[in-house]
């Protein structure tokens, strides 16, 4: 069965802060793909980036970056000066090629104070 | 349209009612994806459609609920006998293709509350 763990419930910084949000997943599928989601207040789901089980170089989009590391099953997400809008709830989630649907952690909620 | 399209926003039934929600996937798109969001931040994944054709109702609660997919018309969601339980959002995502190689793009979500 896959799971996806996001042990961190709530994180809260000061503006300008690098935080980072840990994502642990577990599959038994060679091939499989990740992603990061990003939930604001208003409710809808944005996409934030995704990556496939075979290429664990890391991203970086601006202030967002993301740390693939298949030996520890991990996909953290990193934002670099975090702002006032970056508060979100923010989910990582697995999908296997098989079923198609995404299995998702249950969020970190992050909050950004002035 | 270039946007999932999900009606109502809101929707609110007494224990025991029918519910129904519409999904308009994005143009073009051929698969869709119903997702139940329950106590603010769990995601369960009840049901997915290729065009018209269920592909995986492994999540769904096969004695109230149902979907539908038809050509020309949005998908719905119907929930027969609503429970207090089935309060949740209701997120549909549609994806170009169904491979883990394309993004789905989810919809605005629909609030149902069952009192």
């Known amino acids: 069965a896959q799971k996806v763990t996001q042990a961190q419930t709530e994180i809260s910084v000061v503006e300008k802060e690098d935080v980072t949000l840990d994502c642990v997943y577990e599959?038994?599928?060679?091939?499989?793909?990740l992603f990061w989601y990003k939930q604001p207040p208003s409710g809808e789901l944005v996409f934030l980036i995704r990556?496939?089980?075979?290429?664990?170089q890391n991203e970086i989009s601006g202030r967002y970056s993301w740390n693939f590391q298949k030996s520890t099953s991990s996909f953290n997400f990193t934002i670099t000066a975090s702002q006032v809008v970056d508060s979100a709830v923010y989910f990582c989630?697995?999908?296997?090629?098989?079923?198609?649907?995404?299995?998702f952690g249950s969020g970190t909620r992050l909050q950004v104070q002035p | 349209g270039e946007e999932v399209a999900q009606t109502p926003k809101h929707l609110v039934r007494g224990e025991g009612q029918k519910a129904k929600l519409y999904c308009a996937p994005i143009?073009?798109?051929?698969?869709v994806f119903w997702y139940q969001q329950v106590l603010k931040n769990e995601f369960k994944f009840l049901i997915s459609?290729?065009?018209?054709?269920?592909?995986?109702e492994t999540g769904m609660p096969k004695e109230r609920f149902s979907a539908k997919c038809l050509p020309n018309s949005p998908c719905s969601l119907e929930i027969q006998a609503t429970k207090l339980e089935d309060s949740a959002v209701y997120f549909c995502?549609?994806?170009?293709?169904?491979?883990?190689?394309?993004?789905?793009?989810f919809g605005q979500g629909t609030r149902l509350t069952v009192v």
């Open positions: 995502a549609s994806s170009l293709r169904g491979g883990a190689a394309t993004e789905a793009f």
């Open positions: 599959t038994r599928d060679t091939t499989y793909y």
């Open positions: 990556r496939n089980s075979f290429d664990e």
């Open positions: 989630a697995l999908m296997d090629t098989g079923r198609r649907a995404l299995t």
């Open positions: 143009k073009g798109h051929s698969y």
């Open positions: 459609f290729q065009n018209e054709n269920v592909f995986d």
